[in-house]
C-alpha cells in the first residue's frame, strides 16, 4: 500500500517563503512523477509543479520563478521551496505519486490528504 504524506504548510505574510516536503511510504514498485497540486476554495484543482524520474520539471505560469520542486534520487522525498508568495497562492496543497504500487498493478494516482497554505497580505 502507497502512502503519500505532505508538510510544511502554514501562515506566512506576502513575499514569505514555506517549503513544503511529500513523503512516499510502503510498497512502491516504481514512480514516473511526483507532482505538487493546489486547490483554493470554489477552485478546480490545479497543477503548481511536477519532476519525473528523469529530473524533467513542469510549473504552472503563475509560479514560475518562484517555486521550485525538487526530490531526492528515488523520488520518495519530493519538496516544494515556495518564495515570494502572493495572497493568490493560498490554498491546500496535495502532492500526488503517478506510478506503480507493484509489478502488476497499474500505472496510477496516490495523493496525499494536503496541507494548508495561507498567505496573508
Known amino acids: 500500500q502507497v502512502q503519500v504524506v505532505e508538510s510544511g504548510g502554514g501562515l506566512v505574510q506576502a513575499g514569505g517563503s514555506l517549503r513544503l516536503s511529500c513523503v512516499a511510504s510502503?510498497?512502491?514498485?516504481?514512480?514516473?512523477?511526483m507532482g505538487w497540486y493546489r486547490q483554493a476554495p470554489g477552485k478546480q484543482r490545479e497543477l503548481v509543479a511536477a519532476i519525473t524520474s528523469g529530473g524533467i520539471t513542469n510549473y504552472a505560469n503563475s509560479v514560475k520563478g518562484r517555486f521550485t520542486i525538487s526530490g531526492d534520487s528515488a523520488l520518495t522525498t519530493v519538496n516544494l521551496q515556495m518564495n515570494s508568495l502572493k495572497p493568490e497562492d493560498t490554498a491546500v496543497y496535495y502532492c500526488?505519486?503517478?506510478?506503480?504500487?507493484?509489478?502488476?498493478?497499474?500505472?496510477?494516482?496516490?495523493w496525499g490528504k494536503g496541507t494548508l497554505v495561507t498567505v496573508s497580505s
Open positions: 510502503g510498497t512502491i514498485f516504481s514512480i514516473n512523477t
Open positions: 500526488k505519486l503517478f506510478g506503480r504500487g507493484s509489478r502488476y498493478s497499474n500505472v496510477m494516482d496516490y
